[in-house]
């Protein structure tokens, strides 16, 4: 089971915290198409059995073997009709271990396969001649991507130029490959995609949990009126306390603005005690991302903002202990020693990356 | 042939075609040509011969499940109308939607049920509106504030509102019942203030939302009574209880605590997962009398098409029927968490849960699923349109425009299954046999099931049921006079057949003058067999045109004049009318069956083909280009005496 390890924080913190019943809406998967194909032992290609109404008849084997060709899983009407006017197109079925979506939240969990799921087939659904193409490429390059120390950075670069592709099912697999990337990798995607489009997708509400890599996307080389869209969207979020995408916001904002919006976002946020626990948690997300950059330009001024949200919320301690340890910076050490001894309600999470944290720095 | 077909051959046709509506639908109009025959159970002291005549002589049209702002999720959708609006354009006024387009019926509706959800009913409008008794706190006053800055915040705080309810998060007033009664009195206010005897009948309704596990169990509720009863209570909503046999309760306490009258209706068991007509209670119980008394007292009807997917039958249930698979939704349950269990459809049908209902009902001495079919729209723009030339959505991001086709709809959690915007059916409508537009006799037909649905057109459905009709009853002009003279309505019951004899069916129907003509009449008949298993077959019973069964007693097609690039077709195959006499040629006294009637259109355009001529935009090949509409009536059963 492919258990993928490059997973923006950005992308997924905002994913968590707003992947809901939400009636209006859909839900953003935290599996792709893609980890199906990889997780699945036998792929196919598949029609309509004639000998069987409404379920499949494999027709090629894309990954896998299979015994018989048929396929005991129901093809409903949609894709029937699909497949009886276009005798050139097959549905795309896959076999494994997969988990059931879980309702009513509708989310799925963190990985599509489990070991204690029975092994069943799942229809990925009527491939067009395109999505035939580019899965057949797909199976031909998950091992490599699964065996390179960078396999998933090649896997959301391969994607990138997807997300300008004219089918939509095609754009929403490749949005949400690239959506797992890197923070550095995925705003390597800005120049796939149009303003028009990003605008485009920010505007379709049903797509509101799918929002943040666009709106990160935004960030990048934002011209002026960007900036102060961005700019204008995050303070308003943080002012009325709005939490669905906040950390994409912040993000971006941090992205177009640099230091001069950690500074707003301290005076007005870090510094006051009015901020709820799920907005500081926002901040710290969208700080941590730029922090983790490869090149951390914003490291020393978000490390000054991480000494002063320690004191008024230290509820982070454990999440700001865990980056400074992964920094090797130890300047937080007696600041994150006093919350550890005045604030008893630390998690046992917390408490173990502040003690880890506060371990590392005696011996360092 | 053992069932001659009668079509429209009388002379006096043309006249009645040149008629408005209104007169055409007029059994027994003045222009009718009377068979003597015909009128032998008039009271013949008079000389009209419809004096005293007491049954209902034309369909009363309307929509028994209509969606406003008041409705969470349409709000959420960006509903900017209120049932006020909803109202006027059932009533036939030409109004704006909310995204700003002139629009109106091609003519009005007799009547309404406005059925908001009853869960947060309201509540967004009132947020919106900044009524003082939802304003409470920091968090309303912010929702408040933000919607009244409109756009993007707006957007944003439907947004959270929902997801807050999603989360369980919501703020306490709105589970607050006296808000929730004060809410509900003022659009009671508006109900009454539409509510016009004789012309135009609002209902007081609403909608219970049950959905456990994504899985629909959804129920309209219908009053028979105004404001001074129903305000009387505040909506039973899926907050309350999930469990249906929780709304019977509930329904039971009305109708005992105000001395009123209601009823329930359930819709879309095919996204139920099977839940809608299954063999045991929610809970898990298996079904008892008791269970299967209740469910026919309190919900006589089920709204068997409407846009999202028609439910009459499923293809993979009726493989011999070959008009079975018509606009079949079945990729997965209500919120798309669960897809389909071929073994759960026998659940999520009409036809699967009547025969069902017949084999419990031997088994349990009641049959828990003996309803009549009405369809209606679901829609939730305020505005019950779903003729296909004036189709205009189901959300308000669904209205017309070029790429509505192509609207992500729905979608599943993994997002592998997408439903799209033209997958929408644009259906359906209810037809009501009732004696005059009151609320009273409107109600009182749909409790006695003498309704049929249909998938939008207004043909006019007759349907009786007896043991002596023949053939010259179907060639006079009053073919209703001698139904109810021999026999009974659309939703009645013949018990214990006569020694020798075999249930008769006197059907006709008439096409929607602005429809197309009809291709042929169906009677569907579902049966327990001596076995104890049931069974199902479909008869042509009358059609259009000199077309003869082929050696199976397959009738073929009717043939399609639809021109798709023009979006038109024409009238010049089919039949304006048709009627016929129809005598069960496999009857079995001991065992128990129900019959209902299937008339069938002729090929027209659908609803994506006038939008791919209107816009110029190419759809993809798995999107029809034209429908056969139809309607279904309520079924007639027989019970071994």
Redesign the interface.
């Given at each position: 089971m492919l258990m993928r390890t490059a997973l923006a924080v950005a992308i997924l913190a905002v994913a968590s915290s707003t992947a809901l019943a939400c009636t209006v809406c859909f839900p953003y998967p935290k599996a792709t198409g893609v980890d199906y194909l990889d997780d699945a032992g036998v792929v196919v290609l598949a029609r309509e059995n004639p000998a069987k109404r409404f379920s499949f008849l494999a027709k090629q084997v894309l990954k896998g073997a299979l015994a018989v060709p048929e396929v005991d899983l129901f093809l409903n009407s949609s894709d029937r009709r699909k497949l009886t006017v276009d005798p050139g197109r097959a549905a795309v079925l896959v076999h494994g271990r997969f988990h059931e979506p879980v309702s009513p939240t509708g989310v799925t969990q963190d990985a599509p396969a489990t070991e204690d799921a029975a092994p069943a087939w799942r229809s990925l659904g009527v491939a067009s001649l395109r999505q035939e193409t580019l899965i057949r490429d797909v199976l031909e390059r998950l091992p490599q991507w699964n065996a390179a120390a960078n396999g998933d950075a090649q896997r959301a670069a391969f994607f990138m130029p997807y997300l300008a592709d004219p089918e939509r099912a095609i754009r929403d697999l490749a949005y949400l490959e690239v959506g797992q990337a890197d923070y550095d990798l995925i705003l390597k995607a800005d120049r796939f995609v149009t303003s028009e489009e990003v605008q485009a997708f920010l505007n379709d509400r049903q797509y509101l949990e799918w929002h943040p890599l666009y709106i990160l996307l935004l960030g990048v080389n934002a011209d002026e009126a960007e900036r102060a869209y961005i700019r204008q969207q995050a303070q308003t979020r943080l002012s009325l306390g709005q939490t669905i995408n906040l950390s994409a916001w912040i993000t971006a904002y941090i992205e177009a603005d640099g230091e001069t919006a950690i500074d707003w976002i301290e005076r007005t946020q870090l510094n006051l005690l009015s901020a709820s626990g799920e907005v500081v948690v926002q901040i710290f997300d969208a700080l941590s991302v730029h922090g983790n950059r490869t090149t951390p330009v914003l490291r020393d001024r978000i490390t000054r903002s991480y000494d002063v949200a320690l004191s008024n919320y230290p509820v982070l301690a454990g999440r700001i202990a865990k980056d400074m340890a992964l920094w090797r910076d130890w300047t937080l050490a007696e600041t994150v020693r006093r919350v550890r001894t005045e604030f008893a309600d630390l998690d046992n999470a917390s408490a173990y990356a502040i003690d880890y944290y506060l371990g590392s720095a005696e011996t360092n | 042939m053992a069932h001659a077909r009668r079509t429209a051959g009388f002379a006096a046709f043309a006249l009645v075609l040149s008629l408005p509506i209104g007169a055409l639908a007029q059994e027994g109009g003045p222009h009718s040509l009377v068979n003597q025959d015909a009128v032998r159970d008039f009271d013949t002291g008079n000389y009209s011969p419809y004096a005293g005549r007491n049954y209902p002589t034309r369909p009363l049209w309307g929509d028994t499940h209509l969606h406003t702002s008041a409705s969470?999720?349409a709000f959420?959708?960006g509903d900017k109308l209120d049932a006020d609006a909803a109202y006027r354009f059932a009533l036939g006024e030409e109004i704006r939607t909310s995204s700003g387009q002139r629009v109106r019926l091609s003519r009005p509706l007799d009547w309404l049920a406005i059925a908001d959800h009853s869960e947060f009913s309201g509540i967004g409008v009132a947020l919106y509106e900044g009524n003082p008794r939802v304003i409470v706190d920091d968090q309303t006053r912010?929702w408040n504030q933000?919607m009244q800055r409109g756009g993007k915040?707006s957007?944003?705080a439907?947004?959270?509102l929902?997801?807050a309810m999603?989360?369980g998060e919501a703020p306490p007033v709105f589970f607050d019942k006296d808000l929730g009664r004060s809410l509900w009195q003022d659009h009671l206010k508006t109900v009454e203030q539409y509510n016009d005897p004789g012309a135009f009948t609002a209902f007081a309704a609403y909608e219970w939302s049950s959905?456990p596990?994504?899985d629909n169990m959804h129920r309209v509720v219908i009053f028979r009574d105004g404001a001074d009863r129903v305000g009387r209570i505040v909506p039973f909503s899926a907050n309350d209880s999930v469990d249906p046999e929780d709304l019977w309760t509930f329904l039971e306490s009305y109708e005992s605590d105000t001395g009123g009258s209601v009823l329930a209706l359930a819709h879309n068991g095919n996204l139920s997962s099977g839940l809608m007509f299954d063999t045991k209670t929610w809970t898990g119980e298996p079904l008892s009398k008791d269970y299967a008394e209740r469910r026919m007292r309190w919900e006589p009807l089920y709204e068997v098409t409407q846009i999202k997917g028609d439910g009459e039958a499923h293809?993979?249930l009726s493989?011999d029927d070959a008009f079975a698979?018509y606009e079949?939704?079945?990729?997965a349950n209500l919120?798309?968490?669960?897809?389909?269990?071929?073994a759960t459809l026998e659940g999520q049908y009409a036809r699967s849960g009547l025969r069902r209902g017949l084999e419990l009902g031997a088994n349990l001495g009641a049959n828990p699923f003996k309803f009549g079919m009405i369809g209606s729209t679901d829609s939730h723009i305020s505005l019950a349109a779903v003729e296909e030339e004036n189709f205009l959505g189901k959300y308000t991001?669904t209205e017309p425009e070029p790429e509505r086709w192509?609207h992500?709809s729905m979608?599943?959690?993994?997002?592998?299954?997408?439903?799209l915007g033209w997958?929408a059916v644009s259906s359906g409508y209810a037809a009501v046999w009732a004696t005059e537009n009151t609320r009273e006799a409107i109600w009182d037909a749909m409790k006695r099931k003498e309704v049929y649905a249909t998938t939008g057109p207004r043909m006019l459905v007759r349907f009786f049921g007896g043991w002596d009709f023949d053939a010259a009853d179907a060639r006079g002009r009053l073919p209703a006079d001698a139904g109810y003279a021999k026999g009974v309505p659309m939703g009645g019951d013949l018990t214990g057949a006569p020694d020798g004899k075999a249930p008769t069916f006197l059907v006709a129907a008439l096409r929607d003058s602005y429809s197309g003509n009809l291709d042929r009449i169906q009677i569907v008949k579902g049966w327990l067999d001596a076995d104890g298993e049931t069974r199902e077959k479909v008869y042509d019973v009358a059609w259009s045109g000199d077309r003869t069964p082929d050696a199976d007693g397959k009738l073929p097609p009717v043939g399609n004049t639809v021109d798709a690039a023009t979006a038109t077709w024409s009238n010049t195959i089919g039949a304006p009318e048709l009627i016929d006499v129809w005598t069960d040629p496999e009857f079995d006294p001991a065992q128990p069956a129900f019959y209902y009637a299937r008339v069938l259109e002729i090929p027209t355009p659908r609803w994506t083909t006038y939008d791919a001529v209107r816009f110029g935009v190419e759809l993809p090949?798995?999107v029809?280009r034209t429908t056969q509409e139809r309607a279904y009536t309520s079924p007639i059963w027989y019970t071994p005496g």
């Open positions: - | 969470l999720d959420g959708f912010r933000m915040d957007i944003q439907v947004i959270e929902v997801t999603g989360k959905m596990k994504g293809p993979l493989p698979d079949t939704w079945d990729r919120d798309m968490t669960k897809l389909t269990d071929p991001n192509s992500v979608q599943s959690a993994d997002g592998a299954v997408k439903l997958e090949p798995e029809p």
